[in-house]
């Protein structure tokens, strides 16, 4: 059982790759609808991909 | 703009500079230990990895195994600064990179696993049943290379922004050289991190934290990937220190009104409020939290990332697994330059987001 | 969690913290402050700038318009001016025409006037002179009569002879 934690590991980057992919790909639809509010839309991104990667983070040490 | 570009210049050497130094250094480890397995090697990269993540008590360039088969180290040693019944000061090469007791005043330390335990004169660990040493630990103060770092930072940032400062003095309000550089950084910070994220009116005190953070981290981030490669985020004492910082500032200048939504949230029902008063209390520690996690992964991360593929060159030992790993360390290296200003800026961002809920005030009730 | 907590260095926390402090509260007084206010002074000198640059076009625009109306008055006054003036001079000259012939006219009927009785006068000079000479004649001719028939004839005729009635 000592390998589960690595496995959990792998299946949080995973989720929070997904997240974060999925935010990415959002934004750039959203760009591409709107490149007027790139600046906004890019900030917002950022924000979104900083917290996912956080909650990631925290639970990658705690694995 | 021509200084502009010649900063970049600097920067890009420094940062080839980097790799050719490591390259150099692992060169050196690979002849040592050529006649041993590709698995020693493997094993060398990972421990000199994890050497280089850690902070140390001497300020060490270099080292390598000489003819003699002796350790050699390039570097200089630096105050160890005890508080054990009394302050007790020396230099760190009296350990002798971990190979010897120092002695000070009759009290024994040993350096083990990177810290500084009090043994007897025998130097004796005592391991508990997780294997963890149960030595006694004296308060440590010492100015161990990343204190040196952020020292060097301290002075630099206070030196550069003065004499920006001062540049806008004698220029009749307009910038100069560096300032050139900075001033639309500093205005980006104040006009789309701090206005909109804390509002028009109580941004300005929050105005120096922000922009002192966010160029503090960025430089120390930049620091980590030069050939010097002293990381002072991936401490997690540092991130610690700092997302300390905005908790600290949030806390302390928040209104009536945060604490009524975290305590007592308006519009819901009663049940409600108790449920969700520990939640949301939780969540502010937690987002200073996440903040602290955020910057010490994300440099840590890249650091293992960058070292391993640097590493594989020597792994692979031919040319085109070599060029390869070399191209990609290329391209990461160049990844990371943005990771240390996108850090720098993500931890801004959302310190001034924190800082602005602390101080909105909710006209309507929800 | 235990890596993390384990690479925890107390030394490193505190250095971490008195240099913050103090780079926060260095900055702040010697670099931030004086930045931030120039910048400030300078975004808020170009704002007056832009203002007053278009108070004076809007002056500047006013002024013109100002000027244009001056203008148009002046040319309105102007030609009012000269209109009056015309006006002025054609009522002064037809004023002047009936002036002169009024007085003209005045002038011929007192002529008139004066030349009737300058007339009459004269008919009536001539009256009295008449009656004076035919008195003369009568007594001449009273006289001659006395001293002959025929020189009083003769006498009478001749007179007659000279003197023509108008």
């Not at chain 1, 980057?13 to 959203?30: D, H, L, N, P, R």
């Not at chain 2, 206005?195 to 430089?219: D, Q």
């Not at chain 3, 030394?11 to 103090?22: A, D, H, K, N, S």
Request: contains cysteine; charged residues 20%.
């Amino acid at each position: 059982m000592e390998g589960l934690n690595y496995v959990g590991a792998g299946l949080i980057v995973i989720g929070a790759g997904i997240g974060i992919g999925q935010i990415g790909g959002k934004a750039m639809e959203a760009i591409a609808r709107q490149p007027e509010a790139t600046g906004k839309i890019q900030t917002a991104m950022l924000i979104a991909a900083a917290l996912i990667e956080g909650i990631g983070f925290a639970a990658l040490f705690a694995a | 703009m021509r200084r502009k570009f010649s900063i970049k210049k600097i920067t890009f050497l420094l940062f080839l500079v980097s790799f050719v130094s490591v390259a150099q250094h692992n060169e050196k480890k690979d002849v040592a230990n050529a006649p041993k397995e590709e698995k020693d090697l493997k094993v060398t990269i990972k421990e000199y990895i994890n050497h280089h993540l850690l902070d140390s008590y001497d300020f060490g360039l270099f080292s390598y195994t000489n003819d003699q088969n002796e350790k050699v180290h390039i570097g200089s040693p630096l105050p160890v600064i005890l508080w054990d019944n009394g302050l007790k000061v020396f230099l760190s090469s009296k350990f002798h990179y971990g190979e010897t007791l120092a002695e000070v005043d009759g009290n024994y330390y040993k350096l083990y696993h990177n810290k500084i335990y009090k043994t007897d004169a025998q130097g004796t660990i005592n391991y508990d049943a997780e294997h963890h040493p149960t030595n006694a630990k004296p308060l440590d103060f010492s100015i161990t290379k990343n204190v040196v770092m952020i020292f060097v930072v301290f002075l630099i940032m206070f030196f550069m922004f003065k004499r920006m400062a001062s540049a806008y003095q004698k220029n009749n309000g307009m910038p100069k050289g560096m300032g050139r550089l900075l001033e639309p950084i500093v205005l980006y910070i104040r006009d789309d991190i701090a206005k909109p994220n804390i509002g028009e009116k109580n941004y300005k005190r929050y105005m120096s934290y922000l922009l002192t953070i966010f160029f503090f981290v960025w430089i120390v981030n930049l620091f980590g990937l030069t050939p010097i490669g002293v990381n002072i985020t991936n401490n997690i004492a540092v991130t610690f220190c700092l997302a300390l910082f905005t908790y600290v500032i949030t806390t302390f200048t928040a209104k009536k009104d945060y604490w009524k939504h975290i305590f007592w949230m308006p519009g819901v029902p009663v049940p409600m409020k108790i449920i969700l008063a520990p939640i949301e209390f939780l969540g502010t520690i937690i987002k200073p939290f996440s903040l602290m996690i955020r910057l010490y992964a994300n440099i840590t991360a890249g650091h293992i990332v960058l070292m391993s593929i640097i590493g594989m060159m020597f792994v692979f030992n031919n040319w085109l697994g070599s060029s390869l790993s070399f191209f990609l360390a290329f391209v990461l290296g160049i990844l990371e330059l943005l990771v240390a200003a996108l850090q720098a800026y993500i931890f801004t961002m959302l310190s001034a987001l924190y800082f602005g809920s602390a101080v909105e005030e909710h006209d309507e009730h929800h | 969690m235990d890596k993390l907590l384990s690479e925890f260095s107390l030394g490193l926390f505190f250095w971490q913290l008195l240099l913050f402090v103090g780079l926060v509260l260095l900055l702040k007084k010697f670099a931030w402050k004086p930045i931030l206010d120039a910048v400030n002074e300078r975004e808020e000198g170009i704002k007056k700038a832009l203002e007053s640059a278009e108070n004076a076009k809007k002056e500047m625009q006013n002024l013109a318009s100002d000027n244009e109306a001056l203008i148009k008055e002046a040319r309105a006054e102007r030609d009012a001016m000269l209109k009056e003036a015309r006006e002025i001079r054609e009522k002064m000259i037809s004023e002047a025409k009936e002036d002169a012939k009024e007085q003209g006219a005045k002038m011929i009927e007192n002529a008139v006037t004066a030349i009737d009785q300058e007339k009459q006068a004269a008919l009536a000079h001539l009256k009295k002179e008449v009656g004076d000479l035919s008195m003369i004649i009568a007594k001449a001719i009273l006289k001659k009569e006395l001293s002959s028939q025929e020189d009083q004839i003769k006498l009478v005729e001749g007179m007659l002879k000279d003197v023509t009635l108008n």
